[in-house]
T-cell receptor, first 117, second 116 residues
């Protein structure tokens, strides 16, 4: 079974600053995917960024980037130039790579990020 | 449709009542997932459909939980004889589900169930 751990229940960052959210995971799988999801107070979960485990290059999406350390089983999210709209719960999630069927997501417990003026 | 929709958005049930939660996935999405999110926690997997076939129900916490997707589109999660520990937000997600291709899961807004 896979486990995902987010050790920071809450984080705060000032607008325009940079913040890094931590995530570690445990798995015996060799092929898998990692995700960061954002859940604003309205509760609709939105995909922020994804990383394929077989890719060494870290994924980047505009102000969002990850630091993927496969050997350490670490997958942190960096948010640059933080904006008020980034205030939300952030969940790290793991998905094993299946052939033939889709796969479920295994989530961490989340980090509540507050962006302040 | 424009996105995944769920109804009702809020449901209050007295302990022992049966409830039915509905999910309308994005049109054409083959895969459909149900997750349970307790207060202050991350979502936890309940069950998964590929079209009308329920391929994984390993996350259903008890036999009081039942899910169906009879025509491979709309899905219903039913909870019988609700108990207080069933209070949570129930999230539905859908994806294209192409075999061998990892597709993003699109989430609905959830149904907040409160059992009193």
């Amino acid at each position: 079974a896979q486990t995902v751990t987010q050790s920071q229940p809450e984080m705060s960052v000032q607008e325009a600053e940079t913040v890094t959210l931590s995530c570690t995971y445990d798995t015996s799988e060799s092929n898998y995917y990692l995700f960061w999801y954002k859940q604003p107070p309205s509760r609709q979960m939105i995909l922020v960024i994804r990383q394929e485990a077989y890719k060494q290059q870290n994924a980047t999406e505009n102000r969002f980037s990850v630091n993927f350390q496969k050997a350490a089983k670490s997958f942190s999210l960096k948010i640059s130039d933080s904006q008020l709209g980034d205030t939300a719960m952030y969940f790290c999630a793991f998905m094993r790579s299946n052939t033939g069927t889709a796969s479920k997501l295994t989530f961490g417990t989340g980090t509540r990020l507050q962006v302040t003026l | 449709g424009a996105g995944v929709s769920q109804s009702p958005r809020y449901k209050v049930a007295k302990r022992g009542q049966d409830v039915a939660l509905r999910c309308d996935p994005i049109s054409g999405h083959v895969s459909l997932f149900w997750y349970q999110q307790a207060l202050g926690q991350g979502p936890e997997f309940l069950t998964y459909f590929q079209n009308e076939a329920q391929l994984d129900k390993s996350g259903l916490p008890s036999d009081r939980f039942f899910a169906e997707r009879p025509e491979g589109s709309v899905s219903t999660l039913k909870i019988q004889r609700t108990q207080q520990e069933d209070s949570a937000v129930y999230l539905c997600a859908s994806s294209l589900g192409d075999t061998g291709v990892v597709r993003e899961q699109y989430f609905g807004p959830g149904t907040r169930l409160t059992v009193t």
